[in-house]
C-alpha cells in the first residue's frame, strides 16, 4: 500500500518564479484535493477533481494557481508568479466517491518564496 | 467556518487517555464527526468518524452526546506518537466534499 505521494518535499524559489507541485493518489482513488497551509492554521482548502474534472475551486486560488488531473490520476498544482504569501505546506489528499469520503493526505510539499 | 470549537492546546501523560473535547452545537441531523489528526511535518491522519452512536477502532474511541452538539475523542493509552494537533470536523459528506479544518487541539503527551 504506497499511500499518498508529493513532488518535491521541499522548494525553495525566488519571487515571481514559476513552481509546479506533483501528487500521485492512492491508485483507486477517483477523487483528488488540494489543500494549503500556513503555520498555525489547519489545512485550507483549495480545489478537488473527480476522475480528470475538476469540481470545486475555492476563492482562494488565484488566477496565478492551476490544478490538473489529465488521466485522472496523478495531479499537478502551478503557481506563477509567486509571491511571498505562496509560502505554505501544499497538501494533496485522494479518497473513493463512498458515502464516508474519508481522505488520505500525503506527506506535503513546503513552499518557501524568497 | 469551521462549525466545531475545540481547546487550543490539552497535556497527558503518558500512558493515561488522552480525552479531548469538541463543541459542535450548530451540527445538523445528517452531518458526521470526523477526527483528524497531524502529527509535526507530516499530512493529516484520519482517526475515525460517527454519526450518532460511539465509534471505536483500533486507534481511538469517539463518545457523541446524545443531543450531538459535543463529542470527546479518546485516546485510550497515550504515548509520546500520539503527540500532534487534532482536528475535530463536522461534514455532510454525501455534499461537503472539501474538509474544513480549525485550528485543532495541539496535544502534547508527557513523559
Known amino acids: 500500500d504506497t499511500g499518498v505521494s508529493q513532488d518535491p518535499r521541499h522548494k525553495i524559489t525566488k519571487r515571481g518564479q514559476n513552481v509546479t507541485f506533483r501528487c500521485d493518489p492512492i491508485s483507486e482513488h477517483n477523487r483528488l484535493y488540494w489543500y494549503r497551509q500556513t503555520l498555525g492554521q489547519g489545512p485550507e482548502f483549495l480545489t478537488y477533481f473527480q476522475n480528470e474534472a475538476q469540481l470545486e475551486k475555492s476563492r482562494l486560488l488565484s488566477d496565478r494557481f492551476s490544478a490538473e488531473r489529465p488521466k485522472g490520476s496523478f495531479s499537478t498544482l502551478e503557481i506563477q508568479r509567486t509571491e511571498q504569501g505562496d509560502s505554505a505546506m501544499y497538501l494533496c489528499a485522494s479518497s473513493l466517491s463512498s458515502a464516508y469520503n474519508e481522505q488520505f493526505f500525503g506527506p506535503g510539499t513546503r513552499l518557501t518564496v524568497l | 467556518d469551521a462549525k466545531t470549537t475545540q481547546p487550543p492546546s490539552m497535556d497527558c501523560a503518558e500512558g493515561r487517555a488522552a480525552n479531548l473535547p469538541c463543541n459542535h452545537s450548530?451540527?445538523?441531523?445528517?452531518?458526521?464527526v470526523y477526527w483528524y489528526r497531524q502529527i509535526h511535518s507530516q499530512g493529516p491522519q484520519y482517526i475515525i468518524h460517527g454519526l450518532k452512536n460511539n465509534e471505536t477502532n483500533e486507534m481511538a474511541s469517539l463518545i457523541i452526546t446524545e443531543d450531538r452538539k459535543s463529542s470527546t475523542l479518546i485516546l485510550p493509552h497515550a504515548t509520546l506518537r500520539d503527540t500532534a494537533v487534532y482536528y475535530c470536523i463536522v461534514r455532510f459528506t454525501q455534499r461537503d466534499d472539501k474538509i474544513i479544518f480549525g485550528k485543532g487541539t495541539r496535544l502534547h503527551i508527557l513523559p
Open positions: 450548530t451540527i445538523s441531523g445528517n452531518e458526521y
